[in-house]
């Protein structure tokens, strides 16, 4: 078994502290992503999980191992990076092979990895080309190659498809859901886009200044976030908020809305809060609020309208029908009570 254990993990460099105490369990088998914005400390915790970077205090377990002092290559762990770092001047083959041809293992073994880790990629074509004939998806393709010949328990994975153009990347994100489902070994990966987030994870950790502020399925995260970051961090287009002030039994007031919403939620009357809703849960309706349309933009199947309120507040809008809005009209906007969200302004956590 491969589950992956951290326990009140924390790492200081010298005297700047970057991860605060995590705790948090993967199951044997789950693809894990760690999601945050650039520099909350993402690389780092799966750094010390790879064993690359030193755990200050708390304990990494892989299995029943504890493996916290463990050199990286004891620990059954194998890594994907962001830049490929392929040998420029071997083959496909010989890239893929390298990491045990080094550690000794015999030459038919290394065959038939190296066999097997191609039929999964399906690189046959590629074997003997050197990594400057091949495009960047293939080269990523060869650097996840290398990682499953080693035949790891656990799969760790930093941003592997940042530098990839974005047809590529979903290619890429699709192959790597694939591989997960083929081989089903633990895998942790690491990204700041919350669509790869989204799309790959069984479990999402959503990481900030080196804390974790929500752990859940994706559908969890998205539905009942716990606090603003998350709420407007998951989901895309970002979740819409408006400044509130909290009144007697759950009802909000809202003054882009210019009405009193009941929401049962929980708090002191006069409490100012931050309403959520998100863009798809908005409705361009001409029995709703007024607004006007700043811009809009059209993805075909979809668009956003962007919509300012009285009060000066910004609105996203999604619309899908035939008849969209148009810069410059006024549009009335109405929403299903039961879709917003509410935080309180200053911690910003849920109210329930
Ligand atoms: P992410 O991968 O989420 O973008 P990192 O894990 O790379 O973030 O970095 C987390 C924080 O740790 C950042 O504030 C970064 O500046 C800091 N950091 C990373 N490596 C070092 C280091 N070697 N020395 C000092 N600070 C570091
Ligand atoms: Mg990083």
Redesign the pocket.
Known sequence: MSEVTLNKVIKK?GE?Q?IHGIDLEIKDGEFCVFV?P???????LLRMVAGLEETTEGQINIGARDVTREDPSQRGVAMVFQTYALYPHMTVRDNMGFGLKMNGHPKAEIKEKVAEATRILKLEEYLDRKPAALSGGQRQRVSIGRAIVRGPEVFLFDEPLSNLDAELRVEMRVEIARLHKEIGATMIY?THDQVEAMTLADKIVVLRLGKIEQVGSPMELYRDPDNKFVAGFIGSPAMNFLEGTLGEGGSVNVPALQEDISTGVGGNAGTKVSFGIRPEHLTIDPNGTSFKVDMTESLGGVSYAYLQAHTGERLVVEERGDERSRAGDVVGVSFAHTRAYVFDALSEMRLR
């Open positions: 460099y700047v970057v945050g650039s520099g909350c400390g993402k690389s780092t690491v």
